[in-house]
């Protein structure tokens, strides 16, 4: 029996899917499974990690029903970043997970948020790296630290369960805040300062080796060969890069996914405020990511508070969103003068502001549901045209072309809109599940079907529409960011205060 496809898995903060690819980069069978989520404090978001564990399996066991096992040479993981476990001696949890989402450590941003941990770290001071986390833990729940004897990422746990070994890549440790980056090596200091000693954090590798073998348990029970080689695979941000083909300097991948993040290919270390550095698929290669944390969130917290219209009666099978984009396709480029600040969860790239909110501005009589709508969505592509120059220039590189995924992408308004706002073509990729795309590719690899990983991306990878500016509308779009991009300098002392008066009457500010 010819080995010839892998699988690749992508663990996110919803669920676990599991895709099994040809070396063409097609989807041969899938299956998913949904992961409960938990919060027990406004701003707080934790897992079970043997929710993981289950929810892989299973998506692993749906998608394999679907092929003869004995062709699957490899599998590898791409999983939500940031997301960490704190378990005991026997490998079990000690407290629930603590996800990338959680904000409770903003105390401890302020007091160790220095030049020196973003310079080593590559990550500007912000809510969504753990080792503000632990710093939190340390203060907070001092017993579960006393009983933690390893604190590992989602491939970590999901590796340890299927090999036996407490392995992981480079790419998955290094969204945890720990890694020196120029030195692809743990950080002693900033170990210190959260307690932990180096054995504690399972051994690194790079992306594309093989971190072991599949015990027989797991096999059997995913419908997988025992023995069956597990890839290091990577963060699912990098996955999502390395499944849209960017393995090279002048393009940008662009997820429109519950946040947007976008990241481009750098051989050379570079940190800065205008972005976050994560370690690229490729060894010893790195990819700089802007990222906002409201996209899809935004447009579903619009659909949930203000799409109340019953389309039922009418016979009409269409979402709430898509019913939308019809009305917002009739609003003119610019939404007569209606202008949107997507803070809804704090502003990240390239202010890094927490107490930063949500601001229409220019609202008027005029306006409906329908402007409001196409301006959220002009909006979010303001802010990625202010993050993604903000990169080119302190990058010194220029960025040609975007391949957009994610959900957002099932949206021509929304894709059209951005190659508009951002000047240049928007190419959508091929495949939807594009992260378990990248996981794939290096399963591939670590199989030897690909000579290498940008062997694989080339071979795998693939656009199936573009999107190019039209030249009138994206003049406009540009004298509008003119006046967008002056908005927050001038609100951000006003947000700071508005945050000071609420906690001074004990209000959330959301």
Known sequence: MTRDLVVGLDVSTTAAKAVVWDMGGHAVAEGRLSIPRASSHPGWGEQDPADWWRATVEALRRATAQVDGNRIAALSIAHQRESFACLDAEGEAVRPAILWL??????????????????????????ATSWYKLLWLQRHEPDAMARTRRVVDVQAYLVHRMTGRWRTSFGSADPMGLLDMRAFALDAELLRRVGLAAEQVPELSPSGVELGRLADGVATAAGLTPGLPVIAGIGDGQAAGLGAGIT?????????????????????????????????????????????????????????QFSDADVRPFGLQDSAERILEIAAEKVPAGSDGLLVLPYLSGALSPYWDSDARGVFLGLSAHHGRSHMYRALLEGLAMEQRLSTTGAEAALGVPIERLRVM????????????????????????????????????LAAVGAGLHASIADAAAAMSGTREVYRPHAPTASFYGDLYEVYRGLYPRLRDSFAHLQEVLKSRGAAGG
């Open 248 to 304: 090279a300097p002048g393009a940008a991948y662009l997820n429109l996914g519950t946040g947007i993040v976008s990241g481009t290919f750098s051989a050379d270390y570079r940190w800065g405020r205008e972005f976050r550095t994560m370690c690229g698929a490729a060894p010893g290669t790195y990819m700089p990511e802007t990222f906002i944390g409201g996209g899809t969130f935004n447009v579903s917290w619009f659909v949930d």
């Open 102 to 127: 959680d904000t409770r450590a903003t105390a401890e941003i302020v007091a160790h948020g220095d030049a020196r941990v973003h310079e080593v770290t590559g990550k500007p001071p912000n809510t």
């Open 406 to 441: 994610g959900g957002g992408s099932r949206s021509p308004l929304w894709c059209q809109i951005v190659a508009d706002v951002l000047g240049r073509p928007v190419e959508v990729t091929r495949e939807t599940e594009t992260t378990c795309l990248g996981a794939g590719m």
